[in-house]
C-alpha cells in the first residue's frame, strides 16, 4: 500500500485575485469576545518525537473549540460578524462547517440552510440540526453541492458563506480563511520556540491558506510548510502537479470527510504557490494510524482523541520521521506544529 505521495513546489503562477488583508489582530479580538472562547489545548509529544530523532511534535487538539468538536466555527463566525443586514445564511458543508455557521447563526438568531453531499452521516446531519438549522442532503458530490447552494441562496435572496472562493465570490471565503488564522496566533503563543515544520490540511485550502498567512506574518523565521490532502481527492496536489487548476470529478470516498472536497479555492492557490513547500496526498490507512497512535501515546505522552480529518499529519509526521527524514529536512532539532481538526463526533442524543 502506498501511505503517501509528495510533490515539492512547482511554481506554476496561479493568479491571485483577492489577497489576504492583515487583520490577525482584529480576528483574535473577535473570537476573544465570543462566548465559550478560550484557547484550545497543545498537546506536546515528547516521547514520540525522541522515538522518532526530532526534538518536539505540538499538537493543536480542535475537538474542544466552542464546544463543537473542530475548529470550522472561527472561520464562519468572523466571516459572518463582517456582514451588513444579513437575514439568511446558506451554506454547503461536509458536516464541521456547517455546524460551526449553524452555531453562530443559532447565536444571533439568523436562519441558516445547510447542503450537504450524497453519502453523508446521520451524526453529522444531526449534529448541525441540533442549532436549529434545515439541513438538506442532495445527490451531488461536495463540488456540485457548493454550486447548488450558491444557486439556492441567489434565487432566494440569501446570503452564501462558503469557503470555497471562485469566480467574484471571494470577500467571504478571504474572511473566513482570516477566521482560521487564531489557531496559529494561538499555539505560537503556546509553543516553546516556533516551528520547523508545519504540516496542515486541506480540503479546498482554506484552513492551510489561513494558518500559512498567520506563519508568515507571526513568525521570526518560515517553516517547512507541507499541504496534506486525501489522495482520493486530491486537487490542490494535481493543481500543482499539472500546473493548472484541477477539479477532482466523481463521488470520490475517503474516511478523511473534511478533506473530500474535489474543487481548490483560487485563493488559497496563491498563497500555497509562495509558501508552501510540498504538497503530499495521504491515505486513509495513515489517518487511521494517526487516529491510533493519539490514544495510543508513547511512553509518558498524553493521549487525546483526533478525528478521522484531523490526525492525518500525526499519521504523516509519524511515518516520514521513519522513511523519507531527508527530502523533509528532519534533523534532532525540528520541532513539528500539527493541527488536529476534529474530535470524533458522537451521535448526537
Not at 71 to 93: I, N, P, R
Not at 191 to 197: A, G, K, S
Not at 307 to 326: F, K, M, P, Y
Amino acid at each position: 500500500m502506498i501511505l503517501y505521495e509528495t510533490i515539492t513546489n512547482t511554481h506554476p503562477g496561479f493568479e491571485q485575485p483577492a489577497p489576504l488583508e492583515d487583520k490577525l489582530d482584529e480576528v483574535y479580538a473577535f473570537h476573544k469576545s465570543l462566548p465559550q472562547y478560550k484557547p484550545t489545548e497543545l498537546v506536546e509529544l515528547k516521547d514520540l518525537a525522541k522515538t522518532l530523532g526530532c526534538k518536539n511534535i505540538c499538537v493543536k487538539d480542535e475537538s474542544s473549540r466552542f464546544g463543537l468538536n473542530a475548529f470550522k466555527a472561527l472561520g464562519a463566525s468572523y466571516a459572518v460578524s463582517c456582514l451588513k443586514d444579513v437575514k439568511h445564511l446558506v451554506s454547503c458543508t461536509d458536516g464541521n462547517h456547517g455546524r460551526g455557521l449553524a452555531w453562530y447563526g443559532n447565536l444571533k438568531g439568523i436562519p441558516v440552510d445547510i447542503f450537504m453531499p450524497k453519502g453523508s452521516e446521520e451524526r453529522r446531519i444531526r449534529a448541525i440540526e441540533m442549532f436549529n438549522a434545515k439541513v438538506t442532503v442532495t445527490e451531488f458530490n461536495y463540488s456540485d453541492t457548493v454550486r447548488y447552494a450558491a444557486e439556492y441562496a441567489r434565487k432566494n435572496g440569501y446570503t452564501l458563506v462558503q469557503d470555497t472562493a471562485f469566480d467574484d465570490y471571494l470577500e467571504i471565503p478571504n474572511n473566513i480563511t482570516l477566521g482560521y488564522t487564531t489557531i496559529i496566533r494561538e499555539a505560537l503563543n503556546q509553543m516553546d520556540e516556533e516551528p520547523t515544520h508545519v504540516f496542515l490540511q486541506a480540503g479546498v485550502g482554506s484552513l492551510a491558506a489561513g494558518a500559512i498567512y498567520a506563519l508568515e506574518l507571526l513568525c521570526k523565521k518560515k517553516p517547512y510548510i507541507g499541504v496534506v490532502e486525501s489522495d482520493q481527492a486530491a486537487c490542490i496536489y494535481e493543481s500543482f502537479k499539472q500546473k493548472k487548476i484541477v477539479s477532482i470529478k466523481g463521488n470520490p470516498y475517503t474516511i478523511m470527510a473534511g478533506l473530500n472536497c474535489g474543487d481548490p479555492s483560487i485563493t488559497a492557490l496563491p498563497v500555497f504557490e509562495e509558501s508552501a513547500d510540498w504538497f503530499i496526498k495521504a491515505s486513509d490507512q495513515l489517518t487511521i494510524n494517526g487516529m491510533n497512535r493519539a490514544v495510543h501515546p508513547v511512553g509518558d505522552d498524553k493521549a487525546f482523541v483526533s478525528g478521522e480529518s484531523g490526525a492525518v499529519t500525526l499519521g504523516l509526521t509519524e511515518q516520514i520521521c521513519l522513511d523519507n527524514r531527508e527530502y523533509f529536512h528532519i534533523d534532532e532539532n525540528s520541532v513539528f506544529l500539527l493541527i488536529s481538526t476534529e474530535g470524533i463526533l458522537k451521535n448526537p442524543e
